[in-house]
């Protein structure tokens, strides 16, 4: 059994100011993370638009669970263990496509509708008085525990029991809902394909750095600090390029930070970027604002565009950002190594230009050939090395603790405050223990 195994055991690895490295190198507590903390929560699983019609399907996971998103014949989304009840073989080797009217699986050719339900198998009569409709296999595709579709993202719960999909959320929805608003007419989809690269780190470490706002000044000097100085010997009258207006918010002061600001939310989410962010001195794109005063009207219009937040991170894995439409995904293939995929979005019915941007940063920041993003990749690289040491155990998330924290659900709260990494862990420790055997 592991030493892990017991509710004690895995709070004791949660602190109010620390946590210990197992959480980041342990294979076993990484084993019980797939089965108990990625099985309680809600993880996006994807978009609407990318299964627009009737047999359209997505293959993906959560934590370490093949699934498959799959637009049923009534346009409902279905999210499905992706495995043939018979000999277990993956339904769907593709990623992504068009299964038609029904799955078949490839081994013996099982077929079934495209909400899982067994459709037919060869042979059947070979079934005949085996009891096979009282047999586990006759269930056909097995649906995950529960599914829910807010503005077209798409999340599951592995469990059938667990958590609303309300109340994990609750009020961080409120990301998802302005970047949706910014479309002229309410709605996005992908575009631009996805960037995906491997990490060898916990997937933690990411989740973690993204309200971390201690460290662009310091580890994005190198890169972004160098564009901006480049930029600043441009000769005069040189039009700012874009990317420059990408770069440049990397290496702002630790004052920017501070100033701009913190929202945590109960369950580990929360967002940087609430009087400021990085994201909120892009030059206007033409026409764009005009779209959206005669969609929603000069006030509304203001209040959206108004909204710069930086890096929402909904627990456990995924970090939006709605002023430049990007959702990143960050998953945990095994404890010292993380899949990250970066998505992009088109405002559907605005200025093309946007999505020029959107794709131009995603490039820039978060591709295997971006520039900030080794910056932050060797420092998790050095963490992941560095916690095998055993001069130390712990890992230090004291910045500006507070113990009322703890009775508070949620907060506005100085940029550089660790609080939302608190969150997080405290989170974990909850939902990792909330189906384990007292």
């Not at 039009?239 to 702002?252: Q, Y």
């Amino acid at each position: 059994m592991s030493r892990y195994a017991q509710p004690k055991a895995i709070q004791a690895l949660v602190r109010d100011l620390e946590v210990h490295r197992d959480l980041f190198i342990d294979q076993e507590l990484f084993e019980l993370e797939m089965k108990h903390l990625f099985a309680n929560v809600w993880i996006y699983v994807g978009h609407a638009s990318q299964v627009p019609k009737p047999g359209d399907f997505y293959a993906t996971t959560i934590g370490d669970q093949p699934v498959v998103m799959v637009r049923h014949s009534d346009q409902s989304i279905r999210v499905l263990h992706n495995r043939c009840p018979h000999k277990g073989v993956r339904i769907t080797g593709e990623t992504c496509g068009s299964t038609g009217k029904f799955f078949r699986c490839p081994y013996h050719a099982w077929t079934f509708k495209t909400d899982g339900s067994l459709l037919s198998i060869p042979l059947k009569k070979g079934y005949d008085n085996t009891g096979f409709e009282n047999c586990e296999a006759k269930g056909g595709m097995a649906s995950v525990g529960a599914v829910e579709v807010y503005r077209d993202f798409v999340f599951a719960r592995l469990n059938p029991e667990g958590i609303g999909f309300e109340e994990f959320f609750g009020e961080s929805l409120s990301t998802l809902d302005n970047m949706v608003d910014r479309s002229p007419e309410g709605k996005l989809e992908v575009a631009g394909g996805v960037i995906r690269y491997m990490h060898d780190c916990n997937w933690k470490m990411l989740v973690d750095n993204q309200t971390d706002t201690c460290h662009p000044m310091v580890a994005h000097e190198s890169s972004a600090g160098t564009a901006v100085k480049v930029w600043k010997n441009a000769p005069p009258g040189t039009p700012k390029p874009m990317a420059v207006e990408l770069f440049a918010p990397f290496v702002s002061p630790y004052e920017f930070f501070e100033n701009m600001g913190i929202r945590v939310w109960r369950n580990g989410h929360g967002h940087t970027g609430v009087a400021d962010s990085i994201h909120a001195d892009y030059s206007p794109v033409p026409g764009y604002h005009e779209q959206m005063v005669a969609a929603y009207g000069e006030e509304r219009a203001r209040q959206i565009l108004g909204d710069v937040r930086h890096n929402t991170v909904y627990f456990p894995n995924i970090m939006v950002k709605g002023p430049i439409q990007t959702l990143r995904l960050f998953k945990p293939i095994a404890a010292n190594k993380t899949l990250v995929e970066s998505w992009t979005f088109r405002l559907v019915g605005a200025p093309d230009l946007l999505l020029e941007r959107t794709l131009m940063y995603n490039r820039l920041i978060n591709a295997p050939t971006s520039v900030v993003g080794h910056d932050d990749l060797e420092m998790y690289e050095r963490a992941q090395q560095g916690l095998h040491s055993r001069g130390r155990e712990w890992v230090n998330v004291a910045r500006l603790f507070d113990p009322a924290e703890l009775q508070q659900d949620s907060a506005v709260t100085n940029g550089t405050n660790e609080w939302q990494m608190r969150g997080q862990y405290r989170a974990w420790a909850r939902f990792m223990t909330s189906s384990m055997e007292q």
